[in-house]
């Protein structure tokens, strides 16, 4: 579908937004901007979820700890066996990282989540009767697991509010110029401000869909983005036929 006519959907759904990006927003500017990024790319992505599969709070965990660096397709691949084998933070924590291995192999940086994973099962074990706690601080003294995990683990099962910051929404949150910040925790504390917090478990899997279907990271598809009137892509290279038009060639003199 052509982005105006993606745009023109999103618009009769009653999404609008009144002028094009200013350079200079207010603050209730940029958090009516914001609503209106979310609810166009809520119309155009109704299904947006969490792409992990999993049963339990520990099943989440653990996937969501195996996902670092690996794509989420590859992680639902290798857990229904490693789920049949280790069906409880017990199981885990009565092996060894050797008997996790191979069942992760694929991941990528398997020994590292293999030894997190045993070793914040015997803290679950030992601490936490086996159960997966739902504070982000809590999860965050787990080992192997940091802010990111923490938060996605507590926004799908109604823990702590969170805005969890992965390398899709750190991407998007900048181009669309939500943010300046490098830091992740920076970058989810202005997403906090410029969203309501009933808000924020939604706006994140938004961002992290559009920026895997549409906002990728080399070259993201504006033409077919159903916000692209509303952001400024901040570090985003202009097409050779954009860059042409904003810039005009002079024309080359008559030889003599």
């Not at 940086?109 to 936490?128: S, W």
């Not at 809590?138 to 799908?156: D, F, S």
């Not at 279907?213 to 033409?223: E, I, K, L």
């Amino acid at each position: 579908m052509a982005m105006s006519q993606r745009v023109v959907l999103g618009l009769l759904a009653g999404v609008t937004y009144n002028g094009a990006v200013p350079g200079r927003e207010t603050v209730a500017e940029k958090r009516k901007r914001a609503l209106t990024v979310m609810d166009r790319l809520a119309a155009d992505m109704p299904d947006a979820r969490i792409e992990l599969d999993y049963r339990t709070p520990l099943e989440l965990l653990v996937a969501v700890m195996l996902s670092a660096q690996c794509t989420d397709k590859r992680v639902n691949i290798v857990t229904p066996a490693l789920f049949q084998r280790f069906p409880s933070a017990q199981t885990y924590a009565e092996a060894e990282p050797s008997d996790v291995e191979p069942f992760i192999r694929t991941c990528g940086l398997y020994r590292a989540k293999a030894k997190n994973i045993v070793a914040a099962a015997r803290t679950l074990v030992a601490e936490h009767a086996g159960q997966v706690p739902l504070k982000r601080d809590t999860l965050e003294k787990l080992p192997g697991v940091g802010r990111k995990t923490a938060g996605v683990v507590c926004i799908h099962l109604g823990g702590d509010d969170a805005f969890p910051v992965d390398t899709h929404v750190k991407r998007l949150a900048y181009r669309l110029g939500f943010t300046t910040k490098e830091d992740p925790d920076k970058v989810e504390a202005d997403m906090q401000a410029v969203l309501p917090s009933e808000r924020w478990t939604l706006g994140h899997q938004l961002l992290v869909w559009h920026g895997r279907r549409t906002c990728f990271a080399r070259s993201p598809d504006c033409a077919r983005c159903v916000v692209a009137d509303l952001c400024p892509k901040k570090g985003v290279k202009a097409a050779p036929a954009e860059a042409a038009t904003e810039k005009p060639t002079r024309p080359a003199r008559a030889k003599s």
